[in-house]
């Protein structure tokens, strides 16, 4: 840093130096020129030397600029010579402005040297033709030159900073698609999560059932058995009265473990709706959208386990993009099969234009569709919505499990 800063501090010297040198041999050469005022003048372009770099305005440059000129042609008018000192100066003016002024600036202010300085020898020295051409191809050659190193210098500044704008795109890129990443791992624990508490809370469910029904006559059955003895020793009640609701009890009980057992079984296979009902839940109780599930047409209700998963991961990404993007009011789901297929259409009234862009979220419920054998459509509503729906099969996968 300290090393960049003193390179930047000195650069002024060679300039200066080149400038010093040939007010050095000027002043050893004969001229008419006063030998205080030519060193004044070379004095002043030193001074704008070092003054030159630390300024910005167009406005200062162009008024050092114009006092750079001045001084130079007044050298050139009392120095008796066509060619020399001040064309030294005016060429190195023309350096200075190819390099400090925007390009249509300094291309104005060259033109005016060169026609001013023709018109100032012409009028002074009465110089030939020669003598003119000579004079305009110097200052118009430095000022080419000078203005393609420029153009140089520009450009690869330029290529430079889209490098390092590109370099870190990227960068914010990687650290997005981590992010995304990560986000995605996190959504799929939360989605085996989620199932996972919806099979618990219907068990749960169950396990009170059984608690408060077939508890109390178990209970019922454990008391009348513990009285048998004394109602045989005692002759109060019959016997045979006690032992026949005993068996009416037991027989009670039976039948309710047996229902329970039924359900339960129909509930391990339903565990996908157990759980869509279980999303639709906790999607109502963490926002205001209104959500109604129509089963109606649902005949089948042994689904597969993959069937189940995808149905259930596949309504997970509409009811989030309905939530965030949408800015819908309610939301329908229908559940729907026949002998093949199993359907789910999920419908909003939310604002939709019918252009779409198939991103990460709607790309993943596209492949888990085709994954599983079926096939996933999306379309605008009228007047307003769209609607998401999922068609799987049922019977290639129950054919599946009956040959393993």
Known sequence: MVRQFSARHYRPLLPSSILIANL??????????????????????????????RLTPIPALLSIFASLWLSASLLWIVSGHEQGSALFLMAFLTVYVSSK?????SAIFVAFLVISNS???????????????????????????????????????????NHAKLAH???????AHAELQQAHLELKEASVLSLRYAVLKERTRIARDIHD??????TSVIVQLQSLPYVLKGSAENPEKVIQNVLTVARGCLG????V??????????VGLAAIRGLIHQTGERSDLAISLDTYGLQEESWPQNVSETVYRVLQEPLTNILRHAGASRADIVLSNDECRLNMTVSDDGEFSGDLTFGFG??????RAEQAGGSFFIKALQPSGMQVELQLPLTQQINKEEAV
């Not at 012409?122 to 420029?150: E, K, M, P, Q, W």
């Not at 795109?169 to 650290?175: A, F, G, S």
């Not at 309710?256 to 229902?259: C, D, L, P, Q």
């Not at 709607?362 to 492949?367: A, D, I, N, V």
């Open 362 to 367: 709607l790309t993943g419920m596209k492949e």
């Open 101 to 105: 002024l925007p390009g249509r600036l």
């Open 24 to 53: 050095i041999q000027s002043l050893s050469s004969p001229a008419n020129a006063d030998p205080l005022f030519t060193a004044a003048v070379f004095a002043l372009y030193v001074a704008a030397v070092w003054i030159i770099p």
């Open 261 to 270: 057992v039924h359900q339960m079984g129909k509930c391990e296979a339903m």
């Open 213 to 218: 029904s077939i508890g109390h006559e178990l």
């Open 256 to 259: 309710e473990v047996r229902s």
């Open 119 to 161: 018109l100032l020898v012409f009028s002074v020295y009465h110089s030939g033709l020669g003598v003119l051409i000579d004079n305009a191809a110097v200052i118009t050659g430095l000022y080419i030159l000078f203005t393609s190193f420029r153009i140089r210098k520009e450009a690869r500044q330029e290529t430079e900073r």
């Open 169 to 175: 795109m990227h960068k914010e890129l990687e650290k």
